[in-house]
């Protein structure tokens, strides 16, 4: 049984992916996100009952809402020592960009191990026939079961559930991580190769090297408010690291940010990453066309979740429709080979679009760099204040970023 299958016709009605949508929800939430969501945050009531999370993390991942906009909605209404928890949960997915795109390569070792592990499961009929239980919710474990369904029909998992599941996936299921993050990758509507590769990662030691995170049932029980009723010998009882001598890699050094020219004809490239291109300062450029690019097909050799898929396209279908009204230009959406011909068919010599970080969209576009050479065509991938400020803090641990977002939210205006 494949996890399409496992997606039923009564599948609940998928979030609105637009930026109206997200408002909505960042406006409904926001008397939330003070001492409500530091007390309440970590438990996961079930999809029925998302009260005490925002939910939003499916539209800040398309930057359809920044994590500045989730930062200020907090701010404004309880200022910044009431905020405090929610700010910093913001703020971790800010600092897993930054931390990722100083250390590329990381991204690159994730997606060449998993294409081994996955042909390792062609090799392997025992190994294969666990994955396929694990990835169809057969294990007999009853709270990872329902979340291995919860995941393919809803594309959203509560954040301690993620850390339960990688955590069993690993240590109690013995299966490899990186086939987990791929699950992970493909379904989940938030998908996001920065938090979830790296979250994974530190479940099992290889981010904060030699610390792990081992899924416990009496924490299952309180923290799904009695939804299960697990017990200790159901899961491992040691979370050993997988690899106690791993060294990172240097951090390398951030790109600057493009600069546009102002003279010569634009095309406006929105993506998976970011569809809030009337937000980018580009008024009063000569912007010839809008075009929307996804990364879909690059997150995995396998194909993504219906949930993942659907709400992306409708993401970045509501992204190019703000974008050819702001501009008022005409919209379309392209795939990555199309790039320098819609450019060169608008008239445009200048490609202007949010550098992409690390990641399967970075390298869709990163493909297309001698096409665009030929039709002598320029890429100006521009870079938000927002990671321009947090992202050198981001290179060591959390709490170097932690520390510094009072000082951050100050540089940038916020305070
Ligand atoms: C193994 C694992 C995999 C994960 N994979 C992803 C992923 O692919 N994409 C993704 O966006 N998040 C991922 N996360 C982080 C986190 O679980 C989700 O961001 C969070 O659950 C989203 O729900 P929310 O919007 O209701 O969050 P809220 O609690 O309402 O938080 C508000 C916002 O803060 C950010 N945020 C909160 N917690 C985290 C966190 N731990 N790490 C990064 N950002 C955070 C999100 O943008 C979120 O929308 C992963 C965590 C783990 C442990």
Same mark, same amino acid.
Do not use: H, I
């Given at each position: 049984m494949s996890t399409q299958e496992l997606f039923p016709d009564t599948a609940p009605a998928l979030p609105d992916p637009s930026r109206k949508a997200g408002l909505h929800r960042l406006k409904a939430f926001q008397p939330s996100m003070g001492r409500h969501y530091a007390t309440?945050?970590?438990?996961?009531?079930?999809?029925?009952?998302?009260?005490?999370?925002?939910?939003l993390s499916p539209h800040v991942r398309h930057r359809l809402v920044t994590e500045q906009e989730l930062v200020e909605a907090a701010l404004t209404r309880h200022g910044l020592e009431a905020a405090e928890k929610f700010i910093q949960e913001a703020c971790w997915r800010t600092y897993w960009k930054g931390w990722l795109e100083q250390r590329p390569t990381v991204w690159a070792e994730y997606q060449a191990g998993l294409r081994r592990d996955l042909e390792g499961l062609d090799k392997d009929a025992e190994l294969r026939s666990r994955y396929e239980a694990a990835a169809s919710g057969r294990t007999g474990i009853a709270c990872f079961d329902v979340w291995t369904r919860e995941l393919v029909e809803h594309g959203y998992l509560h954040n301690h559930a993620r850390m339960w599941f990688a955590s069993i996936w690993v240590?109690? *299921?013995?299966?490899? %991580?990186r086939l987990g993050a791929d699950f992970f990758l493909r379904h989940?509507?938030?998908?996001d190769p920065a938090s979830n590769t790296l979250g994974w990662r530190w479940v099992c030691g290889l981010q904060t090297v030699g610390k792990t995170y081992l899924a416990r049932a009496s924490n299952i029980n309180k923290y799904t408010d009695g939804r299960f009723e697990m017990?200790?010998?159901?899961?491992?009882?040691e979370a050993p690291p997988l690899d106690p001598d791993l060294v990172h890699p240097a951090p390398a050094p951030l790109a600057p940010g493009g600069r546009p020219d102002p003279d010569a004809p634009a095309l406006v490239l929105v993506h998976d990453e970011d569809g *809030?291109?009337?937000? %980018?300062?580009?008024?009063?450029l000569d912007i010839r066309a809008v075009a929307g690019l996804h990364s879909l097909d690059a997150r995995s050799p396998l194909e993504a979740g219906v949930r993942a898929k659907a709400f992306t396209r409708g993401a970045l279908e509501d992204g190019l429709d703000r974008a050819g009204e702001a501009f008022g230009v005409a919209r379309r959406l392209i795939t990555a080979e199309d790039l320098a011909e819609t450019a060169r068919t608008a008239g445009a010599v200048q490609i202007i679009t949010q550098r992409p970080h690390a990641g399967p969209l970075r390298d869709v576009i990163a493909a297309q760099a001698s096409a665009l050479e030929t039709a002598g065509v320029r890429l100006v991938e521009l870079r938000r204040d927002w990671d321009r400020a947090f992202h050198p803090h981001s290179?060591?641990?959390f709490f170097k970023v932690k520390k510094k977002i009072p000082a951050v939210l100050g540089e940038l205006g916020l305070r």
């Open positions: 309440k945050r970590n438990f996961d009531f079930g999809p029925d009952d998302r009260s005490n999370v925002s939910g240590y109690t *299921l013995d299966l490899p %991580w989940l509507m938030d998908g017990q200790g010998y159901d899961l491992a009882r *809030l291109a009337e937000d %980018w300062g580009l008024q009063g290179d060591k641990g």
